[in-house]
């Protein structure tokens, strides 16, 4: 064997190994890129807020009248049911009532109705960290028996697709003591299943303290959001259980015996947020009238009514929103807080910025820092 035969037998080694290793090459990366495609869902990238939205704000309308609450069943009794005080219209002027024909036999004694009052004490001061009420909600009600359900009215809806949404969290106490902290809200969706949570804490020297947890999950229907359970976790609290009954029409609550009547289009207070964006991305003229929701709670249930105050831009770490201002007014006898919730129009309708103003004088709010969304 010559030299030069040698050397060529070699360099045809040495290609056909270049060449293996090359293919190898190749198949990995595509392997790899075919891989990384399938688990592309996952991740999440940021959203960028480029032309936004500014849709023309709706004529306002008169609400549809309230109808009258389906009432739970009594049980049986030889004496009439008493009719509750909340829901007997005092007239302009006493009336004198007859003076009725004395009859033979016992007369039944007269018993008074019992009056809502506002058992909800203002929240306690001090310690290494405030109990703020939920950033979400009014902290205070009136008890699950006095809440009054009301036939729901039925929305055209579309739910906005999943987001995770980081917040920043400001809060000022009655007495002036502010606060600062951070929150991290999570809305999952496949169009006909939910899940939503919330986490919101504080920052205490340099520890970050918990202060709530928020979970929901339930199903999408014609109707928008339809929960099935809500957990709910305070800091030095027992974790709480709301369960919403569908086929039974009732919700019930683990904190309390309490079976309250369930109407149409009932949410809980993770998923409120969420149903109003639902609701502007169905039909944005429905904010012309008032929107009634009843929200489930620890252990009541109770009917917000909100009202579309107008157009806002926010500034807001993700730059200037422009958004749609929804407020729910403190309602004698059902609600003493204050909960306003901006909607933006442009990032399909997500909540950007909710605001919890207690009877106290509290106030929370929490702003949006970051939406990501899942990458397509």
Not at 26 to 45: F, K, M, N, S, Y
Not at 188 to 195: A, E, L, N, P, V
Not at 250 to 255: D, G, K, L, P, V
Request: charged residues 20%; positive net charge.
């Amino acid at each position: 064997m010559t030299i030069v035969s040698f050397l060529s037998r070699r360099r045809r080694a040495l290609v056909l190994c270049a060449a293996t290793v090359a293919l190898h090459y190749v198949t990995i990366g595509w392997l790899a890129a075919r891989i990384g495609t399938a688990d592309t869902p996952r991740e999440q990238v940021p959203m960028k807020v480029s032309a936004q939205l500014r849709p023309a704000l709706p004529a306002r309308v008169a609400s549809p009248p309230r109808q009258a609450p389906v009432p739970a069943p009594a049980p049986a009794s030889p004496r009439p049911p008493v009719p509750s005080a909340s829901r007997i219209a005092a007239p302009a002027d006493p009336v004198p009532e007859p003076v009725p024909e004395p009859v033979a036999g016992p007369v039944p004694a007269v018993v008074a109705a019992p009056v809502p009052v506002d058992l909800v004490a203002p929240p306690v001061q001090g310690g290494a960290a405030p109990r703020p009420a939920d950033v979400q909600s009014a902290a205070d009600s009136t008890p699950a028996a006095a809440a009054e359900p009301m036939p729901g009215r039925r929305f055209r809806v579309n739910p906005p697709p999943s987001a995770t949404f980081e917040l920043e969290v400001n809060r000022t106490d009655a007495d002036g003591t502010k606060w600062s902290g951070s929150a991290d809200m999570r809305w999952q969706t496949d169009g006909s299943t939910y899940k939503v949570g919330l986490d919101v804490g504080i920052s205490v020297l340099v520890a970050r303290v918990g202060l709530l947890e928020l979970a929901s999950e339930g199903t999408i229907d014609d109707g928008g959001i339809a929960p099935v359970k809500m957990t709910e976790k305070r800091r030095s609290r027992a974790m709480t259980a709301t369960h919403f009954d569908h086929e039974g029409k009732r919700i019930t609550f683990s904190a309390s015996t309490a079976a309250v009547p369930m109407a149409a289009g009932a949410q809980d207070k993770a998923t409120v947020p969420f149903q109003l964006a639902a609701i502007g991305r169905g039909d944005v003229n429905q904010f012309g009238s008032d929107i009634d929701i009843q929200v489930g709670e620890d252990r009541e249930a109770t009917v917000y009514r909100f009202v579309l105050v107008g157009e806002e831009e926010l500034e807001t770490k993700m730059g200037r929103l422009v958004t749609w201002r929804l407020a729910r007014p403190p309602r004698p006898g059902s609600y003493n807080a204050r909960l306003d919730i901006w909607l933006a129009p442009g990032l399909d309708w997500y909540p950007v910025q909710i605001r919890n103003t207690e009877r106290s004088g509290a106030v929370t709010t929490q702003t949006v820092t970051k939406i990501l969304r899942p990458a397509s």
